[in-house]
């Protein structure tokens, strides 16, 4: 199983993880996270819960030294499957299509940026929104992803958290 984030916004306040999302940051095999850790202490404190590897993008808010250390676009093979990451994927309005000629070696594509929780596919891509885990916004509940690939196929899940 691997963990999907974004938007995570730390710190701020008094404001952390949930408990279940730690949860399952501790027994993932691997994390995506794309973008708006903040702060380089959240990318760290993310890769201190996750035994695997944590794969990531920068986002628009995070610190000058976060957005130094991350691509702005990562693809990455999972078991089979080529997933791309992306923090903001622009308007809704075609945004799968759009997507899909940007990647077009991706099976699915991670993004995130609007805190709404979003799972498209057609003609065999995907795109996933896991929402956040922190700050909900205009998403009826904060929310991350869980992903799994099914005989090289990613297949994606919402968990409400």
Request: with cysteine; charged share 30%.
């Amino acid at each position: 199983m691997i963990a999907v984030l974004a938007d995570t916004h730390l710190p701020r306040g008094g404001r952390a993880l949930p408990e279940r999302c730690v949860e399952l940051l501790r027994g993932a095999e691997a994390t995506l996270h794309a973008g708006d850790f903040f702060a380089l202490g959240t990318l760290r404190a993310i890769e201190a819960l996750c035994p695997g590897p944590v794969h990531a993008v920068r986002g628009n808010v995070d610190e000058a030294e976060l957005r130094a250390a991350l691509p702005e676009t990562l693809e990455i093979d999972l078991d089979g499957a080529r997933v791309a990451m992306i923090h903001d994927a622009g308007p809704s309005k075609g945004r799968l299509g759009r997507m899909r000629r940007r990647f077009p070696d991706a099976d699915a594509l991670v993004f995130g940026h609007s805190h709404l929780p979003l799972h498209e596919d057609e003609d065999d891509f995907q795109i996933f929104n896991p929402g956040s885990p922190t700050e909900r916004r205009r998403a009826p509940r904060r929310s991350m992803g869980l992903l799994r690939i099914e005989s090289g196929r990613p297949a994606f899940e919402h968990v409400w958290l």
